[in-house]
């Protein structure tokens, strides 16, 4: 959780000036760790690009990420 709290200083500007680049580069290595508020905020940026494309595709991604957390928290439920 540590690089979705330093990409959220970045993004936000927060104790730091705003650095859109800096703050991907950390967001995305949180989102690589199925982080879901780390994949829509990288999804947010591109919608604020009018990049709907790859907005979406972040999007979407999000949701996934969430249906995986939930199908897997059903499984270890199911195991008890």
């Known amino acids: 959780m540590g690089q979705l709290a330093l990409g959220k200083l970045y993004y936000f500007g927060k104790g730091v000036k705003t650095n859109y680049e800096e703050a991907l580069n950390w967001l995305k290595l949180s989102a690589k760790q199925g982080v879901v508020e780390s994949q829509f905020l990288i999804g947010h940026y591109h ?7 790859e907005a979406t595709e972040w999007f979407l991604l999000t949701n996934v990420s969430h ?6 928290q059903i499984r270890s439920y199911e195991n008890h």
């Open 67 to 72: 249906l995986f957390a939930t199908s897997r």
């Open 47 to 53: 919608y604020k690009k009018q990049n709907y494309k």
